[in-house]
């Protein structure tokens, strides 16, 4: 895709209106669902959906000629052999385009100026299903930011290699183990912590290795990996390395207490970590418990995060814990869905003392606050109220308004993920914000799907005497697979 001037959100809109295919789901809670769930059977036997994950996909149903209803079917499916339809290669491409009006980067601090900007990411796939049990999956990435200055690690990569890996499965003791070794994504229920970071334009991807052990309600995870650390100097140059390293044990439960419940026990480590409190190796030992379920028109997810370890020759010990809650009136026009979501993550108390207080968010998504970026999952407390309405299957529309809290004011104000603002450690004045949020999601066609979001912050004395200002960011985006 050439670089082009930065378009009016109009003619986004227009580019958008004149594809044909149909939609990817930009639902915040669908977009932050587990990579590794399982596919429910019915899906599986339907022409697959095109979503967030896409080597999730199971394209064998085309082996049969009559589901081959669609142009370039034939590319979706290429046989390897007329008697195993699990043996094909299938070929995929993914688009996803976002213009963005963010007046304020980080509540303007540090001089920052308003920016606009396109947000290009095209992926191109090749899935290769060589047994019923074995498949090779490899995909690239080109992502462009026209317009944006000083564009980061997380906003452009001109092309490179995202995912790159092999992964199996074989029955053994009563279950299935399933395992991956490779360039892949990992991703845990609401992706608070460990996510794909869909929001920025620049995905994030870890080299790692992990096997599952299912076997009924019980599903045993174990993980050990080198996030990839990402740069645009030239083509392919992304790297990973011991410097930075995530891995850890996981085990889940479903059907226990009206939802699922899970236990993560997981070390961070990074060579060259920065807090305003301490620098230096840092190694986190985090202990991770959630539970979530959905009965009577209620749903429900709670998650909550112990931290220890060191830092720069200090003793870390953080916490965090989430609470997203609602309630859905199904029978009622439009569907409304009334929720409060919860936050609160642990700030530094005793800059100079010997402990580090400050919680590590690690790898949070994009999605889970605001798509703005301004607000960090450090030293923070949260509390965002909300509406959802369903005027047709399609469309779904949300509204908030959220108030943010400093958890102590010896800490810093965060932006997204960790990033410490200037001047504001120590600074009088717990509250730091508070905001409006509306977004707009259509499932316009089955592989495309548009959605707008507005976010109007007003920030607090500490971060205005800081050199922050109220905050707009408009997002206008759309999404088509294929």
């Given at each position: 895709?050439?670089?082009?001037?930065?378009?009016?959100?109009?003619?986004?809109?227009?580019?958008?209106?004149?594809?044909?295919?149909?939609?990817?789901?930009?639902?915040?809670?669908?977009?932050?669902?587990?990579?590794?769930?399982?596919?429910?059977?019915?899906?599986?036997?339907?022409?697959?959906?095109?979503?967030?994950?896409?080597?999730?996909?199971?394209?064998?149903?085309?082996?049969?000629?009559?589901?081959?209803?669609?142009?370039?079917?034939?590319?979706?499916?290429?046989?390897?052999?007329?008697?195993?339809?699990?043996?094909?290669?299938?070929?995929?491409?993914?688009?996803?385009?976002?213009?963005?009006?963010?007046?304020?980067?980080?509540?303007?601090?540090?001089?920052?100026?308003?920016?606009d900007a396109v947000?290009?990411?095209?992926?191109?796939?090749?899935?290769?299903?060589?047994?019923?049990?074995?498949?090779?999956?490899?995909?690239?990435?080109?992502?462009?930011?026209?317009?944006?200055?000083?564009?980061?690690?997380?906003?452009?990569?001109?092309?490179?290699?995202?995912?790159?890996?092999?992964?199996?499965?074989?029955?053994?003791?009563?279950?299935?183990?399933?395992?991956?070794?490779?360039?892949?994504?990992?991703?845990?229920?609401?992706?608070?912590?460990?996510?794909?970071?869909?929001?920025?334009?620049?995905?994030?991807?870890?080299?790692?290795?992990?096997?599952?052990?299912?076997?009924?309600?019980?599903?045993?995870?174990?993980?050990?990996?080198?996030?990839?650390?990402?740069?645009?100097?030239?083509?392919?140059?992304?790297?990973?390395?011991?410097?930075?390293?995530?891995?850890?044990?996981?085990?889940?439960?479903?059907?226990?207490?009206?939802?699922?419940?899970?236990?993560?026990?997981?070390?961070y480590r990074n060579?060259?970590?920065?807090?305003?409190?301490?620098?230096?190796?840092?190694?986190?030992?985090?202990?991770?418990?959630?539970?979530?379920?959905?009965?009577?028109?209620?749903?429900?997810?709670?998650?909550?995060?112990?931290?220890?370890?060191?830092?720069?020759?200090?003793?870390?010990?953080?916490?965090?814990?989430?609470?997203?809650?609602?309630?859905?009136?199904?029978?009622?026009?439009?569907?409304?869905?009334?929720?409060?979501?919860?936050?609160?993550?642990?700030?530094?108390?005793?800059r100079r003392g010997?402990?580090?207080?400050?919680?590590?968010?690690?790898?949070?998504?994009?999605?889970?606050?605001?798509?703005?970026?301004?607000?960090?999952?450090?030293?923070?407390?949260?509390?965002?109220?909300?509406?959802?309405?369903?005027?047709?299957?399609?469309?779904?529309?949300?509204?908030?308004?959220?108030?943010?809290?400093?958890?102590?004011?010896?800490?810093?104000?965060?932006?997204?993920?960790?990033?410490?603002?200037?001047?504001?450690?120590?600074?009088?004045?717990?509250?730091?914000?508070?905001?409006?949020?509306?977004?707009?999601?259509?499932?316009?066609?089955?592989?495309?799907?548009?959605?707008?979001?507005?976010?109007?912050?007003?920030?607090?004395?500490?971060?205005?005497?800081?050199?922050?200002?109220?905050?707009?960011?408009?997002?206008?985006?759309?999404?088509?697979?294929?």
């Open positions: 895709m050439p670089v082009i001037g930065v378009p009016r959100i109009s003619a986004i809109l227009q580019l958008a209106l004149l594809c044909t295919a149909a939609a990817l789901c930009t639902d915040a809670r669908a977009a932050t669902a587990d990579p590794d769930a399982d596919v429910p059977a019915e899906a599986a036997a339907a022409r697959p959906a095109i979503g967030m994950y896409r080597w999730q996909e199971d394209w064998s149903v085309l082996a049969d000629p009559t589901r081959r209803t669609e142009a370039a079917d034939g590319l979706k499916y290429i046989p390897l052999s007329e008697d195993e339809p699990q043996r094909y290669l299938s070929l995929g491409v993914t688009l996803r385009e976002r213009y963005e009006h963010n007046d304020a980067p980080r509540f303007g601090t540090g001089g920052r100026k308003g920016t947000l290009h990411r095209l992926e191109l796939h090749f899935d290769a299903h060589l047994t019923e049990s074995l498949r090779a999956f490899v995909q690239v990435e080109n992502a462009l930011a026209p317009g944006l200055k000083n564009a980061g690690a997380a906003d452009a990569n001109r092309l490179d290699l995202r995912l790159a890996f092999v992964d199996g499965r074989f029955e053994a003791a009563g279950g299935l183990v399933r395992w991956r070794i490779g360039r892949q994504e990992m991703a845990f229920d609401l992706q608070r912590f460990i996510s794909v970071r869909d929001g920025p334009n620049v995905r994030q991807a870890y080299d790692a290795v992990w096997a599952d052990y299912v076997r009924g309600p019980w599903r045993v995870s174990g993980f050990a990996s080198q996030p990839v650390q990402y740069r645009n100097a030239s083509a392919f140059d992304d790297f990973s390395d011991r410097r930075l390293a995530y891995g850890g044990l996981r085990v889940q439960r479903t059907g226990l207490a009206g939802g699922a419940v899970s236990a993560t026990v997981s070390e060579r060259d970590a920065a807090f305003p409190s301490a620098s230096g190796r840092e190694r986190r030992r985090n202990l991770d418990l959630r539970h979530a379920g959905a009965a009577h028109g209620f749903d429900w997810d709670i998650e909550g995060m112990r931290q220890g370890g060191r830092l720069g020759g200090r003793t870390v010990d953080a916490w965090a814990i989430g609470l997203l809650a609602g309630y859905t009136f199904a029978s009622a026009p439009w569907k409304p869905r009334v929720a409060a979501q919860i936050d609160a993550a642990s700030g530094d108390r005793a010997g402990r580090v207080g400050t919680f590590n968010p690690m790898f949070p998504n994009g999605y889970y606050l605001t798509l703005s970026g301004y607000t960090g999952y450090s030293n923070v407390v949260h509390f965002k109220p909300s509406l959802t309405l369903r005027p047709t299957q399609a469309l779904k529309i949300t509204a908030a308004l959220g108030v943010l809290w400093r958890q102590t004011i010896h800490d810093a104000v965060y932006a997204q993920p960790y990033v410490a603002l200037p001047r504001t450690a120590g600074m009088p004045g717990r509250r730091s914000a508070d905001y409006a949020q509306l977004r707009a999601d259509w499932s316009a066609a089955r592989n495309l799907a548009l959605a707008v979001e507005a976010d109007r912050y007003r920030v607090a004395p500490v971060v205005r005497a800081a050199g922050g200002r109220d905050s707009t960011y408009l997002g206008v985006e759309m999404r088509w697979g294929w």
